[in-house]
T-cell receptor, first 114, second 113 residues
Framework: NAGVTQTPKFQVLKTGQSMTLQCAQDMNHNSMYWYRQDPGMGLRLIYY???????DKGEVPNGYNVSRLNKREFSLRLESAAPSQTSVYFCASSESPGASGELFFGEGSRLTVL | KNQVEQSPQSLIILEGKNCTLQ??????????LRWYKQDTGRGPVSLTI?????NTKSNGRYTATLDADTKQSSLHITASQLSDSASYIC????????????FGQGTELSVKP
């Protein structure tokens, strides 16, 4: 049982380049999330998908786009990377959206933008 | 403003000792409080989830307490092991705003032999 799988694990980009972070879960969860984690700060929500076919902005959505490809997969795209987007990105999933659902996290994708 | 503050920022203890991590929050209306363990280079893993009516919850050597009146929680680790070295994150869920989760900055625990 893999849980939540993220790819790639590491990536280095130059300013202005684009890339997509992939996330897949095998727990048949309805809700999926993208967070970023920066030193000295708590995890911050970028975008989330409460259910297949829906996506909503989180706390820090600027510079990102997402696609809920199907129930299993939720991708995060950086169209024109900036150094401020250097961070560790975590995908998470939960059975249901909102306050009650336990979150299961992936291992993280470490992105450096030069 | 909804906030979650953890203390201390970092802590070093000797293997076998106990320790207690603190979490204060101002989130309202409160739904639940979670503690996560995050090993270096890994994703956070859930330790406990407590609702308003729960005062204490244990998971092996980890015991979380919640005082909803004072809006404080603690995570007590008993008989620490080297594998307990990690960041411990307190997360509080609001009962509105679509169940928004507010993350603390984490306490970095280092257990030395």
């Amino acid at each position: 049982n893999a849980g939540v799988t993220q790819t790639p694990k590491f990536q280095v980009l130059k300013t202005g380049q684009s890339m997509t972070l992939q996330c897949a879960q095998d727990m048949n969860h309805n809700s999926m999330y993208w967070y970023r984690q920066d030193p000295g700060m708590g995890l911050r929500l970028i975008y989330y998908s409460a259910s297949e076919g829906t996506t909503d902005k989180g706390e820090v959505p600027n510079g990102y786009n997402v696609s809920r490809l199907n129930k299993r997969e939720f991708s995060l795209r950086l169209e024109s990377a900036a150094p401020s987007q250097t961070s560790v990105y975590f995908c998470a999933s939960s059975e249901s959206p909102g306050a009650s659902g336990e979150l299961f996290f992936g291992e993280g994708s470490r992105l450096t933008v030069l | 403003k909804n906030q979650v503050e953890q203390s201390p920022q970092s802590l070093i203890i000797l293997e076998g000792k106990n320790c207690t991590l603190q979490c204060n929050y101002t989130v309202s209306p409160f739904s639940n409080l979670r503690w996560y363990k995050q090993d270096t280079g890994r994703g956070p893993v859930s330790l406990t989830i407590m609702t308003f009516s729960e005062n204490t919850k244990s998971n092996g050597r980890y015991t979380a307490t919640l005082d909803a009146d004072t809006k404080q929680s603690s995570l007590h680790i008993t008989a620490s092991q080297l594998s307990d070295s990690a960041s411990y994150i307190c997360v509080v869920s609001a009962n509105n705003q679509g169940g928004k989760l507010i993350f603390g900055q984490g306490t970095e625990l280092s257990v030395k032999p």
